[in-house]
């Protein structure tokens, strides 16, 4: 087990990492999911001991490792780079860390055979890198890590520089790979579909703090905060300002709607409705009884599916529209929306009031 209590790193006068307080299991995959510069890789490097923080303690197992330098844990990484030695073969590649530990060669075989097995390298034991497609030398990496027999394995965005074919094989693999072994596995993305693909447990983060912690489909289905709730859309969360007073609520345009349902649970004040892309609908559906006048800024089509940028009365909303939707800049367009699917935050605090549902990941 590893824990860390209110761990915070500073680098002068910029705090990294801020009261950060974590407990990850043995055997369990714990996704760090956060933008670039949110903290990730820092968080990363105070387990691993490659830093020191500046306050707070890290502990193994029960032991405190504060300050122990990484060389003195059982610990693995593996980075977005293929790190590995080019003139060395995959076998050599993969058995590197125990011959540098002086593990006995019978015992060295056995495991290189073994987690060559297990991330399907075997035919290519004698092979060097440049002989390898991208996805068989992140793998190689990978094994590498793995075969050590790691207490805690971190991954610092290990597929983001593969094209999409390859990141998808090897995230289909990646689940599989955590369930064989005891470890602690971190791994950190900046995507979170790839979070919900992993599974596990999910810490998002936001300026260097942990906003929230806890089963994936439960953080991304009930976040704690608006702050979470936009970490965890991509791309981020819509809002909607509106003010209920009595049984009718207020939205940003003027436009009023009954306050019934969840909404009529409300006490009285001002409130942020969120909503992810994809509850952005341009055409009237079943259940839409809210209407919003948008103007088109720009349409992305992505193949199967369109992004559509509008300028509303509260900023730039990104709907997820299915099919090819090449709507002309600057058309004017009725945003409907559905207020069983809202997310509700205070306006002051940003802090989850009332979630949807049965929200579906």
Known sequence: MLELRQVTKKVGAA???????LILESGSL??????????????????????TPTSGDVFMNGVKVTGLPVQKRNVAMVYQQFINYPTLTVYENIASPLRVAG????????????TAELMRLTPMLKRT?????GGQQQRTALARAVVKKADLVLLDEPLANLDYKLREELRA????????????????????????????????????????????????????????ATTFSDPPMNTLRATKTGDRITVSDGSTLPATGRLGRLADGAYLFGFRPHDLHLE?????????????????????????????????????????????IGARVEVRLDPERFFVFSADSGRAVVTPPAMAA
Do not use: C
């Not at 714990?30 to 830093?51: H, Q």
């Not at 689940?175 to 998002?204: D, H, M, Q």
């Not at 009237?284 to 992505?302: C, K």
């Open 15 to 21: 705090t990294h990492i801020e009261d950060v307080s």
């Open 30 to 51: 714990n996704v760090l999911l956060g933008p670039t510069l949110a903290g990730k890789t820092s968080l990363m490097r105070l387990m691993a001991g490659l830093d």
């Open 103 to 114: 593990v006995d060669k019978t015992e060295i075989d056995r495991r290189v055979r073994q």
């Open 129 to 133: 890198p440049l002989e390898l497609s």
């Open 173 to 228: 693999e990646l689940p599989r790979l955590f369930a064989e072994t005891g470890a602690i596995f971190v791994y950190a993305t900046t995507e979170p579909t790839e979070a919900l693909l992993l599974g596990g447990s999910t810490a998002t983060l936001s300026k260097g703090r942990v906003t929230q912690f806890g089963p994936t489909t439960e953080v991304y289905r009930r976040p704690a905060d608006l702050t979470t």
């Open 284 to 328: 009237p559906t079943a259940t839409d009884t809210i209407s919003v006048p948008a103007t088109v800024a720009i349409t992305e089509i992505t193949g199967s599916e369109s992004f559509v940028h509008l300028d509303a009365p509260d900023g730039r909303w990104v709907g997820l529209i299915h099919g090819i939707r090449p709507i002309e």
